[in-house]
């Protein structure tokens, strides 16, 4: 690196709007072909770096695409919205994915209105005192997020104390699980900037 | 398609049961967690990564897991892979080697930095890199990492990738098949922590 670093990562959890580098090739949009549009699901999705470098694998790309869109926007039923953001923020937050957790935490906050609870959870990590619900949803992704995984009885317990019913302790399980996959892409082929 | 939902299979739930009622509820999830196992697993092109490579990389990720219905399935998926059998010794030997505890890692120096912890900076046996082979050797590098401590990551893993012969393709599959074990393992382990406590709850009724 001769040069100084042009991409002006960020250094703290921020709730504000990042944005995203890749470290290898994204497609460029002229070589985009049908196969590649299905995979990027919406077709606006090939205006960002991060879609058009997973495109790369189109198939699995737009199976990622779909669970994620149904674990998180399904609102019928089940979890509401904002606990389902939040599960992915505290995720980010424990895995250390600064962009993943801007993004959620932002969410979290829209859907909650509690954007000063939600810093800080970004300002003092999970061991912050959120209250009963949102504490029993942070403390069972994080459980979920540890490898060896450590989520167990207590996390389900914890959970049903704070009032989810089964239904909404799945979507737990969904959103939380998802952000392991999602941090892992997102630490790992590129990086934020501010 | 006729196949088994992998996720159902793996944590055991059962037909009409009150774990598949609620994972109804979730049916593109559902269908589309299974797309995306079938689409690493089956995929349309296998030509920047090998089914045996996909296979001997699902048998160490889930094995640095820990022991579970999931690890074995991988690896009897190893085992019966055209290329794979031979592997499945080193791939077992490099779990033993690779077992620790995450995430752990560095953050960007800052703030953060009082949160970094340090960790296992896993690197394949001597040993055992000529059976695996340089690609091979790289991916089981990173995909250690990536389980661990994924906050390490660097744009110089990228280009130890592109050095050991990973394609751009390819890199982007390898990382989605590590990353979505890492989802598909939780979600089971999650159903399961679950579905035994119903199971509890029923008995003790």
Same mark, same amino acid.
């Given at each position: 690196m001769s040069a100084a670093n042009p991409i002006n990562p960020p250094v703290v959890f921020t709730q504000d709007e990042l944005g995203w580098v890749s470290w290898i090739d994204p497609l460029p $949009? +002229?070589?985009? +072909?049908e196969r590649h549009f299905a995979g990027l699901v919406d077709r606006a999705r090939a205006k960002s770096e991060y879609f058009r470098l997973l495109v790369r694998d189109p198939e699995v790309l737009e199976a990622r695409t779909r669970t994620d869109k149904d674990i998180f926007y399904n609102v019928a039923d089940g979890l509401p919205r904002a606990e389902r953001e939040l599960a992915a923020a505290a995720t980010s937050r424990y895995n250390g994915c600064i962009y993943c957790a801007s993004v959620h935490a932002r969410f979290a906050s829209t859907y909650s209105k509690r954007r000063d609870d939600v810093q800080r959870l970004l300002d003092e990590g999970i061991k912050a005192d959120l209250g009963e619900r949102w504490n029993a949803v942070v403390k069972a992704s994080v459980a979920l997020a540890a490898t060896p995984i450590a989520f167990g009885p207590d996390n389900i317990e914890e959970l049903r104390r704070a009032g989810l019913d089964d239904a909404e302790i799945v979507d737990v399980i969904n959103g939380a699980s998802f952000f392991n996959w999602a941090n892992r892409l997102m630490l790992s082929l590129g990086e934020p900037s501010k | 398609m006729g196949t088994l939902d992998i996720i159902d299979t793996l944590a055991g739930i059962e037909p009409g049961s009150a774990l598949d009622a609620i994972r109804a509820r979730r049916p593109q999830a559902r269908e589309n967690a299974q797309k995306s196992y079938l689409a690493l697993f @089956?995929?349309? @092109? %296998? %030509? $920047?990564? &090998?089914l045996s490579e996909r296979a001997a990389v699902a048998a160490f990720v889930t094995g640095l897991h820990g022991e579970s219905p999931v690890v074995a399935f991988y690896r009897e998926k190893l085992a019966t892979s055209a290329d794979g059998a031979p592997l499945l010794e080193a791939i077992k030997g490099e779990i033993a080697r690779g077992r620790t505890s995450g995430p752990y890692g560095a953050y960007p120096?800052?703030?953060? %930095?009082?949160e970094d912890k340090a960790g296992l900076i896993y690197r394949v046996s001597a040993e055992r890199r000529p059976v695996l082979g340089a690609k091979l050797v790289a991916a089981l590098e990173h995909a250690h990492l990536l389980v661990?401590?994924?906050? @390490?990551? &660097? &744009?110089a893993d990228m280009k130890a990738l592109l050095a050991a012969g990973w394609s751009a393709t390819g890199i982007v599959t390898f990382s989605q098949l590590v990353a979505f074990l890492s989802f598909q393992v939780r979600v089971v382990t999650g159903l399961r922590v679950l579905g035994a406590s119903l199971g509890r709850t029923a008995a003790g009724a």
């Open positions: $949009e +002229t070589e985009l +072909t | @089956d995929p349309v @092109d %296998s %030509s $920047e990564v &090998s120096a800052g703030p953060l %930095s009082i661990f401590r994924p906050r @390490d990551a &660097s &744009s």
